[in-house]
């Protein structure tokens, strides 16, 4: 994807949930500006040719997103790989680490912590899948494989694998339902996203005891991936 594809598809995250006005969007969302800067800085990190220019823009990088994480209070790494459609809809605290890795069309709240946890073998940080929704506040952490379509409550711990669609919420995260994120995220295309038409077939409430599903209030099954 361009970069110019992937700063729209953010912005699109934005009309997608309502915003009508182009100027009041862009002049007064300051997750927006956080996941520009991310994604300039992210195409001129990995994309300088030339080893010297390539030294500068990386430090260039960093000064951007110290100033961003100033402003913002929204601290995205230019290391890190973003899917297209970053919803960032407030103000601050939101820090993710440079091993992180975030999928397709997914929100992040204030508050939200996507860090490095672990010990030897089983340090590093979270994937997340697509469509993923992290509430206000949650701490996601260590070397773990968060699904697709999954719901991550506020103020929930999440430190072990979480399965496609599952809604967790506590601290220890608990699997409360497989109801998924389908109602939180809102995005370009989604009625005929065929991976998300799939997932949405799978995520009836009532059919949580067919195969491969993992019961509700079970602890996080699910293998790490890494
Ligand atoms: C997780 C969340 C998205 C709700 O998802 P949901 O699938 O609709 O879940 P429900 O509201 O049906 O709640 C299911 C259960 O989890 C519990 N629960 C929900 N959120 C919880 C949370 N953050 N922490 C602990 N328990 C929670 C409910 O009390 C309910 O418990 P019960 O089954 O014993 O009655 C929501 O509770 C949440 O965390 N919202 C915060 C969103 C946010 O940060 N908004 C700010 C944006 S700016």
């Not at 220019?53 to 890190?80: D, H, M, N, W, Y």
């Not at 993710?96 to 073998?121: A, E, F």
């Not at 929704?133 to 929930?156: E, F, L, P, Q």
């Not at 949405?200 to 491969?212: C, H, V």
Request: with cysteine; proline share 6%; aromatic share 8%.
């Amino acid at each position: 994807m361009s970069l110019f594809a992937l700063i729209r598809s953010d912005y699109r995250r934005f009309v997608a949930l309502g915003a009508r006005r182009p100027l009041k969007t862009i002049f007064f969302y300051q997750g927006l500006w956080a996941t520009f800067i991310y994604r300039v800085s992210n195409h001129l990190y990995y994309r300088t040719p030339f080893a010297p220019l390539r030294k500068l823009a990386r430090f260039l990088c960093q000064v951007a997103r110290k100033g961003i994480e100033i402003l913002t209070g929204i601290s995205l790494p230019p290391e890190c790989e973003i899917g297209e459609g970053l919803y960032i809809g407030h103000f601050g605290t939101i820090i993710i680490s440079s091993m992180t890795v975030i999928g397709k069309n997914c929100n992040l709240s204030q508050g939200v912590t996507l860090g490095v946890s672990g010990r030897g073998d089983q340090r590093g940080a979270p994937i997340i899948g697509n469509r993923v929704y992290i509430a206000a506040n949650a701490v996601v952490a260590g070397k773990i494989t968060i699904g697709n379509d999954v719901v991550i409550g506020a103020c929930t711990v999440v430190t072990t694998s979480v399965p496609d669609r599952a809604v967790v919420v506590g601290n220890p995260a608990q699997i409360k339902s497989f109801r998924g994120s389908f109602g939180h995220i809102a995005y370009d295309g989604m009625e005929k996203d065929p991976e998300r038409l799939a997932s949405l077939t799978l995520s009836d409430p009532q059919n949580t005891d067919s195969p491969g599903v993992t019961q509700p209030g079970s602890p996080m099954l699910m293998e790490d991936q890494n």
